[in-house]
């Protein structure tokens, strides 16, 4: 049976990217839900997995060769070569960010030419990026300028939980004045859209999260749910999007986790990731929502203070990866090689 080519990017090579790759692509499950194409530095990958029998074989690929079906091992596509001193476990360089830039372009150009069916991206950290000179946020930013896409969102993840995001990395203080009628409109028809067509739901429910305590109280606590959420999603429903709310976020998610509604739209990024974490710690995965190719991510960060020491958990490695593979198939976008 035919299987999609998902490319995998290390991500900071300073970071546990490396490690959780490796531990991901050791299970079984992924290699036979695709063909693994891994983004990095050989020689660094090959040096964690030295020792490590449960570690897949790692095969160098270079631009233009078929991609096997990986029976005999995983193939790196090796865009770097760093030193020792660049790639210390848990301190960030230049360097590692200049690698990690060039992971997740290539990744993408990959994507965009139909070498590969989706990406699957591991953590990087903004800073190292703006070590290297790269001024992006994070990886969303740097996709949806790749890819020439003016509007992205964020959706998590996990099997009981789907947080879709209308702000994602802003000060607290911040939200308020962010939050637009046409910005969360967008975020429901992006949701909307995604859910239909890489979730095969006919008709997505949408929950819509409040931003203030209570819904806003009647204009108490506040006026945002009244002059900007409420309007946004009437605009939505008229579109012939099945939107509901805005509603109390303290007692919104346990109706989203016990099924009465498809996704929750939240208004800030803590909004969704406390919820989503709870019941998703370790095998939540992302989704970036607008983009003209499939991109899944973990939905963690670096953890540099626990790089090189073999503790990073795979579980959301291994999830992205899974769900990028999934949602290719259900495309049936790659070939039958």
């Excluded at 995001?165 to 969360?184: F, G």
């Excluded at 945002?224 to 509901?244: D, F, Y």
Aim: aromatic share 6%.
């Amino acid at each position: 049976m035919a299987r999609p080519i998902v490319a995998i990017t290390m991500g900071d090579p300073a970071g546990v990217g490396p490690e959780v790759v490796l531990k991901a692509l050791a299970d079984s499950a992924v290699r036979r839900a695709c063909r693994p194409l891994v983004l990095g530095d050989l020689d660094l990958l090959r040096k964690i997995r030295a020792g490590r029998r449960r570690f897949p074989k790692l095969i160098s690929w270079e631009a233009g060769q078929p991609i096997g079906s990986g029976d005999d091992g995983v193939v790196v596509y090796s865009l770097s070569r760093l030193t020792p001193t660049q790639a210390q476990p848990g301190r960030p360089t230049a360097a590692c960010g200049e690698a990690a830039y060039r992971y997740i372009k290539r990744s993408a150009e990959l994507v965009l030419c139909g070498v590969a069916d989706a990406m699957a991206t591991a953590p990087i950290n903004k800073s190292v990026l703006q070590l290297a000179g790269y001024r992006y946020p994070g990886h969303t930013e740097l996709l949806a300028e790749l890819t020439r896409t003016r509007e992205v969102r964020m959706m998590l993840l996990g099997k009981r939980l789907r947080v879709i995001l209308v702000t994602v990395h802003l000060p607290l203080m911040r939200v308020a004045r962010e939050l637009t009628r046409r910005r969360i409109r967008v975020t429901l028809e992006l949701g909307h859209r995604t859910l239909r067509k890489y979730f095969g739901i006919r008709r997505p429910r949408l929950a819509v999260a409040a931003l203030n305590p209570h819904g806003g109280e009647e204009g108490i606590f506040g006026l945002e749910e009244k002059k900007v959420i409420l309007p946004a999603v009437k605009e939505a429903a008229r579109e012939g999007i099945c939107a509901a709310g805005p509603f109390p976020a303290d007692s919104l998610f346990h109706r989203v986790a016990q099924g009465d509604f498809d996704a929750v739209v939240c208004m800030y990024h803590d909004q969704g990731l406390i919820p989503l974490k709870l019941l998703h710690f370790f095998d939540g995965a992302a989704l970036t929502l607008g983009l003209p190719i499939i991109r899944t991510s973990v939905d963690h960060g670096t953890a540099y203070d626990i790089a090189g020491k073999d503790r990073a958990d795979p579980s959301s490695m291994r999830e992205a990866i899974l769900l990028a593979a999934r949602l290719a198939a259900r495309q049936g976008r790659w070939r039958k090689s």
